[in-house]
């Protein structure tokens, strides 16, 4: 059965920091991987998505790939009060768009 | 992007009725998702609805407690039937756009 894992946290990080979300993959031939984030009470939004290995930049967020390591990260730099969320690892295949989700890491961003 | 509206919001529902939860997208997309989020857990896929074909079940859901109506391009519906308590939960709606999907609000179920 192919699994996405996250540590639930909560992770705490202090404002300004970096904040690091990890998440590994079963599925060797995963294709697509996705980062969300999700409010309390809200449904999911887009981060980042990351096809090909090495590190994907787009504003504060970074997203890295590992395919060898079947790893997958986001990185949060000068994080803000307002990143505090649950961030979803997401594993896809670009075929059939059908995601497996990991279970989510709780962020809390101290002020 | 998508963007993706459902209806109803949430609801309140008593044991043993049904619930049909409307999605719509504001293009035309091949493929939409139907997901459950149960309570401070992740999401999980119930089924693809596809445009004139039947819907496609993921392993442990059946399309009597959860048929899924595909219409047209743009809108689909998934009635949750007869209904328990286990059936709380959040049911979301996505859909693809450039090559992500993209969430609806979400449909917030509460069954008593």
């Known amino acids: 059965q192919k699994e996405v894992e996250q540590n639930s946290g909560p992770l705490s990080v202090p404002e300004g920091a970096i904040a690091s979300l990890n998440c590994t993959y079963s599925d060797r031939g995963s294709q697509s991987f996705f980062w969300y984030r999700q409010y309390s009470g809200k449904s999911p939004e887009l981060i980042m998505f990351?096809?090909?290995?090495g590190d994907k930049e787009d504003g504060r967020f970074t997203a890295q790939l590992n395919k060898a390591s079947q790893y997958v990260s986001l990185l949060i730099r000068d994080s803000q009060p307002s990143d505090s969320a649950t961030y979803l690892c997401a594993v896809g295949d670009s075929g059939t768009y059908k995601y497996i989700f990991g279970t989510g890491t709780r962020l809390k961003v101290l002020a | 992007s998508a963007v993706i509206s459902q209806k109803p919001s949430r609801d309140i529902c008593q044991r043993g009725t049904s619930l049909t939860i409307q999605c719509q997208v504001d293009s035309q997309v091949t493929m939409m998702f139907w997901y459950r989020q149960q309570p401070g857990q992740s999401l999980t896929l119930i089924a693809t609805a596809n445009q004139g074909s039947e819907a496609t079940y993921e392993s442990g859901f059946v399309i009597d407690k959860f048929p899924i109506s595909r219409p047209n391009l743009t809108f689909s519906t998934l009635t949750v039937s007869n209904m328990s308590p286990e059936d709380s939960s959040i049911y979301l709606c996505s859909a693809p756009s450039r090559g992500t999907q993209y969430f609806g609000p979400g449909t917030r179920l509460t069954v008593l």
């Open positions: 990351i096809y090909s290995n």
